[in-house]
């Protein structure tokens, strides 16, 4: 008897991201079947039986299908926004600056502790939109702009709600170690206490995170702060990962490796002894160009170094008020080719099976392969660089998330 498939998609061009495969992994004349919402075929046509039979059949007229694509690393959810430190930055202050005169993210924290859950899922719902109409399926929400209890859970319970409302998969991380809040008047150690020994078990309990972040940084935390930070997370069984030498190295990559981070995110100012030390760990290189180029860093990533010692690089928009103000993970590639010299194979997987992999997802998306979640996207492209090399241009036909 023939089997029985929910949908297939033929006559299509596809970039399964297979990591087995070199390049894109491309199959010039495809089939993608689906069954239950996952992946049961995503081949080429000719070894697909031709007798396959499905209740609904969709004719890619030769379009371009590629996983659904992955944002690794956003901050999607905040009370107000920073268009007026826009300005004052316009004028010649820095970001730095800025962040040490009191603005910065304790000023989108002001803004967030008085949004109630609604008013910030809200606000969060027309930036999330952007990202799916893009063809993002899988996108990850970091809290931080609580910095009480209360209140990053409330960011944490919009998060989770937001994917109650639209068909698109979350993971959230749990960013208690982001700033310091007003009301700790300097105390870096007493608001560490806190974060280990009443928020993080608070949020962990209620099951609202699904990793622990922390931002180590000189106008944030330091080593010694993250440690304990990823100590408490160890205990809890949640993973970690972490904003690494943004702004300056302080050897954030290496100790991301040494607590096994999925990932070490930014990375501008990384040393090579710090990209061997994530390659050794496992540990993915989110790169984030959206803050690279709306701060004016000028310092890259060492890509070259990460491609010398095999460490993964995914690519993400850090959608927030303050750094990047970015809701286009198809724009992040193109920065990611333009600024850092990634090549087109790299950004794509960088968006689709590297996102995965920093959230610890690989196993259940960002890759054209059976037993995978059914998450596509499909293009009306010529060819894959098409997505790279066009600056605010979306070329979406449709995305599909689990089948649908
Ligand atoms: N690094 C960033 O780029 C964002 N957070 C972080 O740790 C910036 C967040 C903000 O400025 O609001
Ligand atoms: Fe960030």
Not at 119 to 143: F, Y
Not at 324 to 346: D, H, I, K, Q, Y
């Amino acid at each position: 008897m023939a089997e029985r498939f929910d949908r297939i998609w033929h006559n299509a061009r596809l970039a399964t991201m297979r990591a087995d495969r070199p390049d894109l992994g491309e199959i010039e004349h495809g089939v993608i079947a689906a069954r239950g919402g996952r992946i049961v075929y995503a081949g080429a046509q000719t070894d697909f039986p031709a007798d396959a039979d499905a209740a609904d059949r969709i004719d890619c007229a030769g379009r371009w299908i590629t996983p659904g694509l992955v944002d690794c690393h956003t901050h999607l959810v905040y009370g107000g926004n920073r268009a007026y430190e826009f300005e004052l930055r316009l004028k010649g202050a820095s970001y730095e600056e800025i962040a040490r005169a009191g603005g910065g993210i304790v000023s989108t924290v002001a803004a967030t502790r008085k949004a109630s859950e609604t008013e910030l899922v809200g606000s969060a719902l027309p930036r999330l939109d952007a990202l799916i109409g893009e063809g993002v399926t899988t996108i990850e929400i970091k809290s931080g702009y609580g910095l009480d209890t209360e209140t990053e859970m409330r960011q944490l319970a919009a998060v989770r709600s937001l994917g109650r409302q639209r068909p698109v998969a979350i993971r959230t991380s749990f960013l208690g170690a982001h700033a310091l809040p007003p009301e700790a008047e300097g105390d870096k150690d007493r608001y560490i206490d806190l974060v280990c020994n009443e928020m993080l078990p608070a949020v962990a309990k209620a099951g609202l995170a699904d990793a622990v972040d922390a931002f180590m940084e000189g106008i944030a935390f330091s080593g010694e702060d993250t440690v304990r930070v990823f100590e408490t997370a160890r205990r809890l069984g949640l993973p970690v990962k972490l904003h690494a030498d943004q702004l300056s190295n302080l050897g954030g990559a290496a100790l991301a490796a040494k607590f096994s981070a999925l990932s070490a995110d930014h990375l501008e100012h990384t040393d090579e002894a710090g990209a061997a030390a994530m390659a050794k760990a496992k540990t993915v290189a989110v790169l984030l160009p959206g803050a690279f180029y709306f701060i004016r860093e000028t310092q890259k990533p060492p890509v070259e170094a990460f491609r010398k010692h095999g460490v993964s690089m995914a690519l993400a928009t850090d959608c927030n008020p303050g750094s990047s103000p970015l809701t286009s993970l198809l724009l992040a590639m193109n920065m990611g080719a333009t600024l850092f010299r990634m090549n087109v194979a790299e950004c794509l997987a960088g968006v689709t099976r590297e996102g995965a992999r920093a959230l610890g997802v690989l196993h259940d998306t960002g890759t054209l392969e059976a037993g995978k979640w059914c998450d596509l996207a499909i293009w009306d492209i010529e060819r894959p660089a098409e997505l790279v090399y066009r600056i605010g241009f979306n070329p979406l036909q449709r995305r599909v998330w689990r089948g649908q």
